[in-house]
């Protein structure tokens, strides 16, 4: 904790003398999963990046005490070889705790856990004056929901001690391939409803047919079963392997994943999009293709492409939640509107069970009148090459989850006006937990994920690509793939070891308690 405590301290200085003048700042994380554009300079910036530790891992108490720039590749490394896991596990390796936390983030078992806001007991987090507090459900929890999905603009959150359980070697999954959009949102519900079932997620490939996947967690692969991989170069990706089931299964199938590989099961190939990328390349996509560029298709390397070539601002990047009652016409709304396929469907509890957490931005999920699971469509793809357009399809998208009752991840851009953005969140719960903690004059969530056409523009100015070859296909993709590969990306995912594969063997009671 030494060196933790050091750094915290020089972080705590460095607020200090921002605060003296009321001056707002921007954390350098590192790394990010974000797809928006943001402006950093020395200047205003406060350093984080060394706050990438896994401090402890406590076997009795069933935690993790974690720095927030710990991805969760390594803190699944740290966890296993306890026998433990997170109770919810982003599905990129290169997210960090701390982006869960800040940022809003959910994945298959968040239908048990929630959003991974809520499996953190207390974080840690330096105010902008300086002052470095403990905030949990309990204390100061005004604090600890201000701070959950507010991005930074709370404080600057710097330990988080992690919920843990019991980990086993595998998901048994079933996939559950339907025909019709409504059975397989009837199907989620179902498998949500049934407590044996631990994991819930779904892919919709077209309006007829959609796959729903449900897991569980087990010891070992029976007999006559065969385990099945999805994290080596020679295995396929996840959503190829779930379209096969769907186009050739009538009944359900069940596969036995090791449990590291259904966690990242996403990973290779960034769910889908980065079959988009074989297109814009003239790439032809098959298993040797895939396989030849395997190092390339990974969450981290595509994200730093596709942030230094700009192509983010081509497609269409939300992932947005609708209570279950309007999942029917969200859809229709959706397959008539953009016609974006395929879909990814994950429900989440979103419904807040601890006392006193009507505080931040998502304030109402305390409502117990309000809706207890929302079910979240991924929609991910290219969109029109008109940019005007490609603003209206995205607005449209924030206006009809708004009209529904629903809410919108803010990793992606937002294109909200600054009005028609706190009809869709809790600004006066926001605003008074940052006027009770020294916030108020640093930029608000709004401003951070709003799209920023200025710092766009200056990140373009700067870019040492010639101006002749931008927004030129395929030079400004392959500038972006030459940024990763020079930024060290390509080399990560090349020298990379896979997080622990197999869980150590299990140890007997007697073992556990000395």
């Known amino acids: 904790m030494e060196t933790h405590n050091g750094a915290i301290a020089s972080i705590s200085e460095r607020l200090q003398q921002f605060y003296a003048q009321r001056q707002p700042f921007r954390v350098y994380h590192g790394s990010t999963n974000s797809t928006r554009t943001s402006e950093k300079n020395r200047d205003n910036t406060v350093d984080t990046s060394k706050l990438n530790n896994v401090l402890e ?63 953190i007991n207390w974080i840690e987090i330096v105010l902008p004056n300086g002052e470095i507090v403990r905030a949990s459900k309990t204390e100061k929890p005004d604090l600890f929901w201000g701070a959950a999905s507010a991005f930074g603009t709370v404080g600057v959150v710097t330990l988080l001690e992690v919920q843990l359980r019991d980990a086993k070697n595998f998901v048994e999954l079933t996939h559950y391939p339907l025909s019709s959009f409504g059975d397989a949102c009837k ?36 007999a006559g079963s065969k385990q099945r991989r999805y994290l080596r170069r020679q295995d396929p990706w996840f959503y190829l392997d779930v379209q096969k089931k769907a186009a050739n299964a009538k009944q359900p199938v069940i596969d036995y994943v090791p449990l590291v590989d259904y966690l990242f099961r996403w990973d290779r190939g960034g769910f889908w999009v980065a079959r988009y990328a074989f297109k814009y390349f003239f790439t032809p996509f098959n298993r040797i293709t895939r396989s030849m560029l395997d190092n390339y298709m990974h969450a981290r390397v595509m994200y730093h492409a596709l942030h230094k070539s700009g192509l983010s601002d081509t497609y269409i990047i939300q992932d947005v939640g609708v209570p279950y009652h309007a999942v029917d016409e969200f859809h229709h709304w959706v397959d008539q509107t ?31 009148e309000g809706p207890e699971f929302m079910l979240n469509f991924g929609i991910w ?21 708004h009209e529904l009752g629903g809410k919108k991840t803010l990793y992606a851009q937002a294109y909200y006006t600054e009005e028609e953005f706190w009809q869709t969140y809790n600004r006066p719960a926001y605003d008074a937990v940052r006027a009770t903690y020294h916030a108020s004059h ?4 709004y401003d951070k994920v709003k799209v920023d056409e200025d710092a766009k523009r200056k990140v373009t100015e700067g870019s040492r690509m010639p101006p002749a070859l931008r927004n030129v296909r395929p030079f400004q993709g392959l500038y972006g793939v030459y940024k990763a590969w020079r930024g060290g990306d390509y080399l990560l995912q090349t020298k990379k070891k896979s997080v622990v594969a197999e869980l150590p063997p299990k140890r007997s009671q007697q073992e556990a308690s000395q």
């Open 442 to 445: 640093l930029p608000s969530v």
């Open 187 to 222: 199907k989620i519900q179902e498998e949500v409803a049934n407590p044996d079932v631990e994991f819930v997620d779904a892919v919709a490939f077209s309006s007829k047919s959609q796959v729903i996947c449900s897991g569980r967690l087990v010891d070992a692969v029976p």
């Open 338 to 368: 953009l016609n974006i396929y395929p879909i990814w469907l994950c429900p989440i509890r979103v419904r807040r069970d601890a006392p006193d957490s009507a505080h931040g931005l998502h304030a109402d999920f305390a409502n117990p």
């Open 57 to 119: 891992v406590d076997n009795a108490k069933k935690t993790a005490l974690v720095e927030p720039n710990v991805s969760m590749d390594k803190l699944l490394d740290a966890t296993v070889k306890s026998r433990l896991v997170p109770l919810v596990v982003m599905e990129f390796p290169g997210i960090t705790v701390g982006g869960g936390f800040s940022g809003s983030a959910g994945e298959s078992s968040s239908c048990r856990h929630g959003p991974f806001d809520s499996t």
């Open 381 to 401: 793809g290219p969109g029109p090459s008109d940019y005007q357009e490609l603003v209206r399809l995205n607005r449209a998208i924030e206006q009809k989850v």
